[in-house]
């Protein structure tokens, strides 16, 4: 069993600007305000819910300077990821407004330096994951943490409902949930590498304890009371990408987005996702576990593309090792075993429950026009969870 890699000297995480108490969510402080020389921009976002139910958006587009992404401005992480949903937010709330008529076109004042600080920062110039959770919140009270999820609230929202807040916040928590079990899926690669099975044993128990908690989230958002209609006319079509059945027409047949004075092709990224987020690759590529059947493989590509460059890396160097699921099965422990499969039991609960939010707030609600679009995300859905074997 040598052919195991130690990878303790990962162990912090830090590499991946990734935290032992806070998962996938950013290891230093989220900016909460650009400097002054975007404050142009900085002021849509204060307006941003009002000016899109009202129409004003374009007008206050308009009215915008030509401002520049450089290094001189932006010197470092907070202001940069920022930018990044500073401009997702006013692009996509320009584009998708009147979320059955979608704009075609981003207007150069938005579209340059949102391509740009897309392009300094390794991410696609939509709506990700990553613009609506990682780096878009912020703790009412510090001392309370994460351990109440009304204690956190997003930065930046496109309307004033709490079926937005709320349901970003979930994503939020999810991501802190994980933390413990990323962490422990590093050491538990040192533990093989050493054949030392009981520090196995522990952090296998602590990866099973951060699903469950992953999964417990879901009841929270039953709890709340939330309108999933509301979510999915008012706040969804914010998330759609320039891939969408409504843009298909545009641009000759070419379909997709166009940003001025970046590139005269439009561009095809797609929806932003919950399955964008990095937690469940890593413990995915863990367990052994391949996405690579007809109904999956695809969007687990594209879902790939949509993560922080970091996150991805982290993804791959675990997929590079042996997975734990042959040391397991080599081992002939059944505590080991028992285990192992418990944590797979777990993987796919919460998918099966996530499949069941997904149903309620977005499938159940999609027209009939776009029955194909239901049907693979339906095949999508089912098909992670039928790869955990």
């Given at each position: 069993m040598s052919e195991y890699i130690d990878l303790s000297q990962y162990e912090n995480l830090l590499e991946f600007d990734v935290s032992e108490d806070t998962g996938f969510i950013p290891t230093f402080e989220l900016s909460k305000r650009l400097p002054e020389y975007y404050e142009p921009w900085e002021l849509i976002i204060d307006d941003l819910p009002r000016l899109i139910a009202n129409g004003e958006i374009d007008d206050k587009i308009k009215l915008l300077p030509r401002l520049e992404i450089n290094e001189e401005r932006l010197d470092n992480k907070p202001d940069k990821w920022r930018a990044y949903v500073v401009l997702t937010f006013i692009g996509q709330g320009f584009l998708w407004r009147d979320g059955e008529n979608p704009r075609d076109t981003v207007p150069a004042v938005i579209a340059v330096p949102w391509a740009n600080i897309s392009k300094d920062l390794g991410m696609p110039p939509v709506a990700t994951h990553a613009t609506a959770c990682l780096f878009n919140f912020a703790l009412r009270d510090r001392a309370i943490g994460f351990t109440d999820i009304h204690n956190i609230h997003p930065l930046v929202t496109y309307t004033d409902l709490k079926e937005e807040s709320f349901l970003y916040a979930v994503a939020v928590m999810n991501e802190m949930k994980a933390a413990p079990g990323l962490h422990a899926v590093l050491k538990s690669y040192k533990a093989m590498k050493k054949e030392d099975n009981d520090e196995l044993l522990k952090n296998l128990l602590i990866i099973k304890e951060s699903i469950e908690s992953m999964a417990a989230l879901f009841k929270l958002i039953k709890r709340e009371s939330t309108d999933p209609v509301l979510f999915f006319e008012r706040v969804l079509p914010f998330q759609r990408g320039h891939s969408d059945i409504r843009l298909m027409k545009k641009h000759d047949g070419k379909g997709g987005v166009v940003f001025q004075e970046v590139s005269e092709e439009p561009k095809h990224h797609g929806n932003a996702s919950a399955a964008e987020s990095s937690t469940l690759p890593v413990?995915?590529?863990?367990?052994?576990?391949?996405?690579?059947?007809?109904?999956?493989?695809?969007?687990?590509?594209?879902?790939?593309?949509?993560?922080?460059?970091?996150?991805?890396?982290?993804?791959?160097?675990?997929?590079?090792?042996?997975?734990?699921?042959?040391?397991?099965?080599?081992?002939?422990?059944?505590?080991?075993?028992?285990?192992?499969?418990?944590?797979?039991?777990?993987?796919?609960?919460?998918?099966?429950?996530?499949?069941?939010?997904?149903?309620?707030?977005?499938?159940?609600?999609?027209?009939?026009?776009?029955?194909?679009?239901?049907?693979?995300?339906?095949?999508?859905?089912?098909g992670m969870n039928a790869d955990v074997k």
């Open positions: 413990f995915d590529a863990f367990l052994g576990v391949v996405h690579d059947g007809v109904d999956t493989k695809a969007l687990v590509s594209e879902n790939r593309q949509n993560m922080p460059p970091l996150h991805r890396k982290l993804i791959s160097i675990v997929e590079e090792q042996p997975s734990a699921r042959d040391y397991v099965t080599q081992s002939n422990n059944k505590e080991l075993i028992g285990v192992f499969d418990e944590i797979k039991r777990k993987i796919k609960d919460f998918r099966h429950k996530h499949h069941g939010i997904a149903s309620t707030y977005m499938l159940q609600q999609i027209p009939s026009y776009a029955e194909a679009r239901k049907t693979t995300l339906s095949h999508f859905l089912k």
